[in-house]
């Protein structure tokens, strides 16, 4: 059984940051990628960041570029999103993502951990 398990949210004053982390834990699990979606009330979910695991090569949606950072601790399967300057319009919950070796097909995903960003 793969479980992504999310923490690191919480509310804070524009401008502040804060560091989400995810760690996946499971015997068949071996990470292709992972990455951070996240929705707002009302919205869509929608991509946030991508960590490739061969290679380390990131991506990012435009609204973070410059904000946001996603890195990782292979050995630990764990990724991280350190989020600086935030603004109100980044207020959701985050969700991690991610695929394995094992299951290409298959996207597990976390529970979700509440940001929320004052003005």
């Known amino acids: 059984q793969v479980q992504l398990v999310e923490s690191g949210g919480g509310y804070v004053q524009a401008g502040g940051s804060l560091r989400l982390s995810c760690t996946a834990s499971?015997?068949?699990?071996?990470?292709?990628?992972m990455c951070w979606f996240r929705q707002a009330p009302g919205k869509e979910r929608e991509f946030v960041a991508f960590?490739?695991?061969?290679?380390?090569?990131?991506n990012y949606t435009d609204s973070v570029k410059g904000r946001f950072t996603i890195s990782r601790h292979k050995v630990l399967n764990t990724v991280y999103l350190q989020m600086d300057s935030l603004k109100p319009e980044d207020t959701a919950v985050y969700f991690c993502?991610?695929?394995?070796?094992?299951?290409?097909?298959?996207?597990?995903w976390g529970q979700g951990t509440q940001v929320t960003v004052a003005s």
């Open positions: 499971g015997r068949t699990f071996s990470p292709i990628y």
């Open positions: 960590k490739r695991w061969s290679n380390g090569n990131t």
């Open positions: 993502a991610a695929s394995s070796i094992y299951n290409p097909q298959y996207n597990y």
